[in-house]
């Protein structure tokens, strides 16, 4: 099995600065992917920034410019970091992975961090 660990959540004045970071652990043969969603009160999880084991990138529009994913799949590690911060980016953030986990299996599964409070406040 798979544990996500996520932190780095807290409260900031707007157009403040925030880094959350996650880290996996357990039997793990490959990371597919390393990412960050979010939902605020109300709405739908959302997928916030996405990197693929090749280093593509993909960000939500309403945070390009702002916030920059990165990862480190050696130490099997990512981060988000959060730039310019607006009371909208108000959510529980939530890390995730599609990892391999058996060298005898080809297939994949999905991973989820318990979740960090981001409060922006204005």
């Known amino acids: 099995q798979v544990q996500l660990v996520e932190s780095g959540g807290g409260l900031v004045q707007a157009g403040g600065s925030l880094k959350l970071s996650c880290a996996a652990s357990?039997?793990?043969?490959?990371?597919?992917?390393m990412g960050w969603y979010r939902q605020a009160p109300g709405k739908q999880r959302e997928l916030v920034a996405l990197?693929?084991?090749?280093?593509?990138?993909n960000y939500a529009d309403a945070v390009k410019g702002r916030f920059t994913i990165s990862g480190d799949n050696g130490k099997k590690t990512w981060s988000l970091q959060m730039n310019s911060l607006k009371p909208e980016d108000t959510a529980v953030y939530y890390c995730?992975?599609?990892?391999?986990?058996?060298?005898?299996?080809?297939?994949?599964?999905?991973?989820w961090g318990q979740g960090t409070q981001v409060t922006v406040s204005s």
């Open positions: 990197i693929a084991s090749g280093g593509t990138t």
């Open positions: 995730h992975s599609n990892v391999r986990t058996q060298l005898f299996r080809s297939g994949s599964d999905d991973y």
């Open positions: 357990g039997k793990i043969v490959n990371i597919n992917a």
